[in-house]
Structure formats: structure tokens, C-alpha cells
């Protein structure tokens, strides 16, 4: 019912449409054709002060940290949890150190339970954090996992790339636009997402992999990503350009 209104309004009403991604434009052309009027894509954006590599959160030496920062895995959204361990599991098969998940975001107990008694590497659920600890969560791992099924432009991969923590996932959604080759790690999903087929997790854990040989590289991309394009002042001034034009 919201996207029928949304429709409406975008169809009838709008003088300008803003979409967050290229993935977004595209959904929403293919489902209700293109705008009359001007449009573009505007890309989420963060402070990248308060969002940067510098602060406490220093990543352990004697393991892999894997973090994953959602505002909930339920509803539907479990199955990214599910994902997330399967990653830690075959990443830890192809290393020599020993993997931890942790997962920031809401999680049902009987997930929790589920996982901690059946996964082969430790995971670590803190619930939902005050977004003032997400810069030191993010500091605090050696890479960030977009666990969102088809994620239209989540600020937790735009603030983990800030904190110059590299992020990986399969090629869908918008991730693909978001994550270059240089800030991460994203391998074709091998089926299809909205029909939630199973992914291609050895082939993003071989990615991952090759990744963490070079990690302090990929550390500096992610950084210079957000850099790039996802600062909170050319957000705005974007924003500015449609409101004002």
C-alpha cells in the first residue's frame, strides 16, 4: 500500500524524483514506468568526521572480526544471518586464524540460540547499539558484511566504508554501486534474490580471502570511497540543487 501511494504521488504530484540508487531508479521504472518529470540519484551520505578511521576500536591480531550492523534481522531478514555465518564458516576453512561474527542489529532469541548452538565459529550478538558506538563497532573489525537482501542504499555499509573498514557482499541491490573493487569484496550472488535462492558463499569467501592479504589497501579504498561520494555536505548541497532548481 505505501509503494501504491508512493506511486501516486510520484506519478501525479512530484515536480522532482529523488532516488537513493541506480537500483532503486531501476525498481521503480520497472514496476511503474519512468518519471514525466526530472529525475536523479542522489546516494546516501554520513558525516565523515564522526565516521573516520581515527578513535578507539582497534581490530584484535589474533583473529578475523566480521561485523555486521542492521537495524533487524527478523521479519523475513533472517536468512542475511544465516549468510553471515555460512561467510565466517567458509572463510574460516581458508585461513589460518580463527573467525568471529559479531552482530549489532535485532536478532529473535530463538536466532540466537539457533546459531550459537549450531555455528562453527563463535558469533557474537550485542542487539541493537546507540548509533554513537557504531564508529568504534565498525573500527573494532577487519571487514563489515551486508547481510540486507537487495539493499536499496544502507547507511551502515556507507558509515563502515567512512571508518575505512572494507565491506563484501554478493552483487545485488545496490551494493554493487556502492562497494568498488577497491573499498571491498562483492561476487555474483548465483541465482536469483528475490526468490532467495541459495548464494554463491565459497566464491565470496575466496574473494574475502584474497582480501584480508591485502587488507590495510582495502582499508585506504574504503576510505577514499566514502570520500568520494558519500559525504554528508555533497548530500545536502545535492538535496539543494533539486529543491532549488
Not at 549450531?118 to 547481510?147: M, Q, T
Not at 567512512?162 to 554493487?176: D, I, N, Q, T, W
Not at 555474483?188 to 566464491?203: C, M, Q, S
Request: glycine share 8%; net charge negative.
Amino acid at each position: 500500500m505505501k509503494n501504491l501511494l508512493l506511486a501516486f504521488i510520484r506519478r501525479f504530484y512530484a515536480d522532482r524524483v529523488v532516488y537513493q540508487s541506480e537500483f532503486i531508479k531501476s525498481w521503480w521504472e520497472d514496476w511503474y514506468g519512468r518519471t514525466r518529470v526530472p529525475n536523479r540519484v542522489i546516494y546516501n551520505g554520513v558525516d565523515l568526521e564522526r565516521y573516520s578511521p581515527s578513535g578507539p576500536g582497534g581490530r584484535p591480531a589474533d583473529l578475523v572480526r566480521i561485523m555486521v550492523v542492521e537495524g533487524s534481522l527478523t521479519h523475513g531478514q533472517e536468512v542475511g544471518l544465516s549468510w553471515a555465518v555460512s561467510l565466517a564458516e567458509k572463510l574460516r576453512e581458508l585461513q589460518s586464524l580463527p573467525v568471529e561474527l559479531v552482530v549489532a542489529a535485532e536478532v529473535a532469541e530463538s536466532q540466537k540460540e539457533y546459531w550459537k548452538s549450531r555455528a562453527a565459529v563463535p558469533v557474537n550478538f550485542l542487539g541493537v547499539v546507540p548509533r554513537e558506538r557504531i564508529p568504534e563497532l565498525d573500527r573494532s573489525a577487519h571487514f563489515y558484511f551486508s547481510a540486507e537482501i537487495n539493499p536499496p542504499c544502507p547507511n551502515s555499509v556507507i558509515e563502515a566504508l567512512a571508518c575505512g573498514l572494507p565491506v563484501v557482499g554478493f552483487g545485488m541491490g545496490s551494493l554493487p554501486e556502492l562497494v568498488t573493487a577497491e573499498a571491498g569484496a562483492v561476487t555474483f550472488y548465483g541465482g536469483d534474490p528475490w526468490k532467495l535462492d541459495t548464494p554463491n558463499v565459497p566464491a565470496l569467501a575466496s574473494a574475502v580471502a584474497e582480501m584480508l592479504k591485502e587488507l590495510p589497501r582495502f582499508q585506504t579504498g574504503a576510505r577514499a570511497r566514502a570520500e568520494s561520494a558519500f559525504g554528508l555536505d555533497a548530500m545536502v548541497e545535492k538535496y539543494l540543487e533539486v529543491l532549488l532548481d
